[in-house]
């Protein structure tokens, strides 16, 4: 079976652009999360959706935004890129909306901010 | 807000040592998880703990949640070379709350 799987996996932009990552949950798997995982540091949480409804939501600026697709798949926006941009960004999947329960994550979304 | 220490930061080991490392927060969880990253990758899940107390074992690892509610213990027996890589503790509060990790290189 698939795992979680975004895409792209690399992507370069420059400060001010705006950005959407993607993610497929785990087949079976309704909540999807998002974390940034910047060099050298622990994934930071972003947000997490269960049933295309937001159900938490880190310490992030309003640039930062979400959706959860009827197929469960998620896009991650982030507009006016800033310089801090610049990290590992992470989907988790689990099966369903408790938010205890373990995330699966797939392999990331490389951005680098120029 | 919520903050997890892990410590040691790194550690080389020789292979067939065990290894032990842990995760500590001023704050109560009630869920503990661990992962292990390698490079270019996603953190992969080693084991989830539910309860104060518990005690769970994944082949040659063995994770604890603490009877505090504030930290968490894994343990690796007998090492091998593809142990090397990150291990995080996740804790969970409101949300999940990643350590800084848990460097391990191990010696042939």
């Known amino acids: 079976d698939a795992g979680v799987t975004q895409s792209p996996t690399h992507l370069i932009k420059t400060r001010g652009q705006h950005v959407t990552l993607r993610c497929s949950p785990i087949s079976g798997h309704k909540s999807v999360s998002w974390y940034q995982q910047v060099l050298g540091q622990g994934p930071q949480f972003i947000f997490q959706y269960y049933e295309k409804e937001e159900r938490g939501r880190g310490n992030f600026p309003d640039r930062f935004s979400a959706r959860q697709f009827p197929n469960y798949s998620s896009e991650l926006n982030v507009n006016a890129l800033l310089l801090g941009d610049s990290a590992l960004y992470l989907c988790?999947?689990?099966?369903?909306?408790?938010?205890?329960?373990?995330?699966?994550f797939g392999d990331g979304t490389r951005l680098s901010i120029l | 807000g919520q903050q997890l220490n892990q410590s040691p930061q790194s550690m080389f080991i020789q292979e067939g040592e065990d290894v032990s490392m842990n995760c500590t927060s001023s704050?109560?969880?009630?869920?503990w998880l661990w992962y292990k990253q390698d490079p270019g990758e996603g953190p992969v899940l080693l084991i989830a703990?539910?309860?104060?107390?518990e005690l769970t074992s994944n082949g040659r690892l063995t994770a604890q949640f603490g009877i505090t509610r504030k930290d968490s213990f894994l343990n690796i027996s007998a090492s091998i070379p593809s142990d090397v890589g990150i291990y995080f503790c996740a804790g969970h509060g409101q949300n999940f709350v990643f350590g800084p990790g848990t460097r391990l290189s191990v010696l042939p």
């Open positions: 703990l539910y309860k104060a107390g």
């Open positions: 704050s109560i969880f009630n869920t």
């Open positions: 988790a999947s689990s099966q369903r909306g408790f938010q205890n329960q373990p995330q699966h």
